[in-house]
């Protein structure tokens, strides 16, 4: 008898575990298909701008945490995590430089935490880099890759550039000297060149943009402080252009284009709050059909310039609903036209897609 009541008070425990376990599946459920259903309602709440020529620009998403990027957790870890609480995972601070490696992972420098944000939305896996060897990052800006995806970030208060290798190993520094400062007064943007096997940085406090060549060994200098073309009065990013350089001059509230040589080709921009002018320009992005991404981050837009200088169109206002900006920054666009815009004060990277026009069928005659 005794024997028999043991088992029954045994079975009930199981079973009550069993129903606890049941409830709190239903629970996880719930919020899981609730927050299904916000992901997928979210792109809807931003209207499509229809431009000329078929073109479009769309909303796509927004990317604040490493919990969008990582698989789904499990039922059960879910469970776990209603019962024992939920694990720590990393989040954007201040997000400000954005690259493309060819693999697809969008590589985020984010000065606020401060580290690198990897996030590989097809592998569903997101790595974080906290520094190199000895020496953790202070303040990482500008972050770019070269043709086999090494990732090479500008730390602007240590003034000196951190390589890693495309495993987010650290390989070296650049314009660290031993015993002394480097010879960078403020690095920020950075770009490579692959196919000329150079490397182009921004040095904010030098007025000047810096050529070295991937080995970090420095082959020339261009620019100075001052107001006429070819000056510069702190300039902030670089992008390759083909034969050309384009370089956002920040306190000069222009964007002017050099041959590979540091030889000025031509500017356009000009003061002002209206858009069409520059207040605070920060991020650069080329898309296929040549045309200028430029971020402002008191005009709190993107506004998109043909090679000309002349507008086009211009996206985002100042708010922190989704396709708004507060103090946007970094900009890269990958082969597809699809649009990484640093969002730094919403703490998020926001992702659009641009339309190219269509091509003409063949046989029309056009």
């Not at 182009?200 to 943009?209: P, Q």
Request: with cysteine; hydrophobic share 40%.
């Amino acid at each position: 008898m005794f024997f028999k009541r043991k088992t029954n008070w045994r079975a009930s425990r199981a079973g009550a575990a069993l129903l606890a376990a049941l409830l709190l599946l239903n629970q996880v459920n719930a919020l899981a298909g609730g927050a299904g259903r916000k992901a997928n309602n979210s792109a809807d709440q931003v209207p499509a701008l229809i431009l000329d020529g078929g073109r479009r620009l769309e909303f796509v998403r927004a990317i604040s945490a490493e919990t969008e990027v990582r698989a789904k957790r499990s039922v059960w870890k879910r469970i776990v995590d209603l019962v024992a609480g939920p694990p720590e995972f990393h989040r954007m601070v201040r997000p400000y430089g954005i690259a493309l490696d060819s693999l697809g992972r969008v590589i985020v420098s984010d000065p606020g935490v401060p580290a690198v944000h990897i996030l590989d939305f097809e592998k569903q896996k997101y790595e974080q880099l906290r520094g190199g060897k000895g020496q953790a990052f202070r303040s990482p800006m500008g972050v770019a890759v070269d043709a086999q995806d090494n990732i090479y970030v500008t730390d602007s208060a240590l003034g000196i550039v951190f390589v890693f290798d495309s495993k987010g190993r650290h390989k070296s520094f650049i314009g660290q000297h031993q015993g002394r400062a480097g010879y960078f007064h403020r690095p920020t943007g950075i770009a490579v060149d692959s196919t000329a096997k150079r490397l182009y940085i921004a040095d904010t406090l030098g007025h000047k943009v810096v050529v070295l060549d991937l080995t970090g060994r420095v082959l020339s200098s261009f620019g100075e402080r001052g107001l006429r073309p070819g000056q510069f009065n702190f300039p902030t990013e670089i992008v390759v252009r083909g034969q050309e350089l384009l370089v956002v001059d920040a306190m000069n509230f222009r964007v002017q284009t050099f041959s590979r040589d540091g030889e000025f080709v031509r500017s356009f921009g000009s003061l002002g709050e209206r858009t069409g002018s520059l207040f605070r320009p920060k991020g650069l992005a080329l898309d296929s059909e040549g045309n200028i991404y430029v971020s402002d981050a008191l005009l709190e837009t993107v506004q998109v310039f043909n090679e000309q200088g002349r507008l086009l169109y211009f996206f985002g206002r100042s708010g922190n609903g989704l396709g708004e900006f507060q103090l946007p920054s970094g900009l890269c666009i990958d082969p597809r036209n699809r649009i990484y815009v640093a969002d730094s004060l919403n703490q998020r990277i926001q992702i659009f897609q641009f339309t190219s026009a269509p091509r003409p069928a063949k046989g029309s005659g056009r």
